[in-house]
């Protein structure tokens, strides 16, 4: 028997076992990094984590009603309106939920969420669960045809992929995600040495070298006080003097951190991290070889590079799994793109009007979206006077044609 399109062999969780995935997840003041801390304590990781993921979270997911012809108008009324604007579950609004799911997609390969559904099979719920709950699994079905589904920690039954978000980052096999850190690891392994290096070498108080006695030969207790002695005055006086027995004689070893090039390396680190997130060392706040027309640029290369992709694939989930198969074609979810010019005045501005000159956009719509109050007579669309169709501009009148000798075969007359 199905319902809605959907087979009515459901096997939901409980409220019971969906409530344990906030509550086993949550480790009390912060989430600990576990095997991402040294990756996410990069400055240039943590930035390019942080902005896809809030370029993602930052935008309203509005769900639209399509009619015969695809024109679209927000369906509010339906049960997914408000929980994927606002309110995904009862712990989260949007914005977390979405820079939280994307975070895990980009540090683990996948983010997951459990799609938790009414008796009516409309989303009620939609919870985030961290990685390391999930395992995919495959099982064999009456007819033998393979399987996939998702167990997770907690629940009695497998979950089935329409009731499972599953985004993944880059991809060999569309079943599993692998994560961008992994794909990165030797740079992340180089850039992690480099900043040991760097702490190192600036604890040290930029010292590193040779302390000899000359004349004597020293046991283990006194190679260990005089170890202690410069330990403690070089960590508590970086970058000052030390004061030498008469027989003791300093010999640096080391080189200096530029001539060993340790800041050219860690910002080329920079740079090769960068290209692993699809994202410009601009912005990144590597700003050493940019301009004004390069920031310019680089804003809308990274619009159309890098999060418009990740918004691809956040949608095209949502609405295969969210909605029901017999709302397909007819409901969808989209997010608003137009709410990123919402901080740049100029070119809200300049969008606005190009809408509403050609008819697009009526008055009291523009001013909705700028949070003005509605005008009288402010409900239909205009149009300049000085634009018409080709048709009508290559209308003549012959009756006033003949009656005005001054006009010719070239010329244009209104009707």
Not at 245 to 263: H, V
Request: hydrophobic fraction near 40%; aromatic fraction near 8%.
């Amino acid at each position: 028997m199905k319902l809605f399109g959907y087979n009515l062999e459901l096997r939901k969780a409980t409220k019971q076992e969906t409530s344990r995935i906030p509550a086993w997840s949550y480790s009390g003041g912060h989430a600990p990094l576990l095997s991402r801390s040294k990756p996410m304590l990069l400055s240039t990781v943590y930035r390019c984590v942080d902005l896809i993921s809030d370029s993602v979270a930052v935008l309203p997911l509005k769900t639209y009603k399509l009619d015969g012809e695809g024109f679209k108008t927000e369906f509010k009324q339906h049960p997914a309106y408000s929980l994927l604007d606002l309110e995904p579950n009862e712990d989260m609004t949007r914005f977390v939920f979405f820079k939280t799911l994307m975070a895990s997609v980009l540090l683990t390969g996948n983010g997951y969420a459990y799609i938790e559904r009414d008796n009516k099979l409309n989303v009620s719920q939609l919870l985030y669960i961290p990685t390391n709950h999930v395992s995919i699994v495959w099982i064999t079905d009456r007819n033998g045809v393979m399987r996939k589904r998702y167990q997770i920690t907690g629940f009695k039954e497998l979950v089935e992929p329409r009731d499972m978000l599953h985004v993944l980052n880059f991809s060999y096999d569309g079943i599993i995600g692998v994560s961008t850190l992994t794909h990165a690891r030797q740079t992340l392994g180089i850039a992690t040495s480099s900043e040991e290096h760097a702490a190192g070498f600036f604890t040290s108080g930029g010292m590193s070298g040779i302390l000899t006695v000359e004349g004597a030969r020293l046991d283990k207790a006194q190679k260990d006080q005089i170890y202690a002695t410069w330990e403690e005055r070089i960590i508590n006086h970086p970058n000052g003097i030390a004061v030498l027995e008469a027989n003791m004689k300093y010999q640096p070893i080391t080189i200096n951190p530029k001539d060993a090039q340790l800041l050219e390396s860690r910002q080329f680190n920079v740079v090769d991290l960068c290209r692993f997130f699809s994202v410009s060392p601009v912005k990144a706040f590597d700003l050493s070889k940019s301009s004004y027309s390069t920031v310019e640029a680089t804003q809308l290369q990274y619009l159309t590079d890098t999060a418009l992709a990740v918004i691809t694939k956040i949608e095209q989930e949502i609405n295969r799994k969210v909605f029901l198969p017999s709302e397909r074609g007819s409901v969808l979810a989209e997010f608003d793109t137009s709410a990123i010019l919402r901080t740049d005045k100029g070119a809200q501005a300049a969008y606005w009007k190009d809408l509403s000159v050609i008819g697009a956009a009526t008055p009291n719509e523009v001013r909705r979206e700028n949070n003005l109050p509605r005008i009288e007579n402010g409900d239909k669309a205009f149009v300049q006077v000085n634009v018409q169709t080709l048709d009508n501009a290559v209308k003549e009148n012959p009756a006033k044609n003949e009656n005005n000798p001054k006009v010719s075969d070239t010329s244009v007359v209104s009707v």
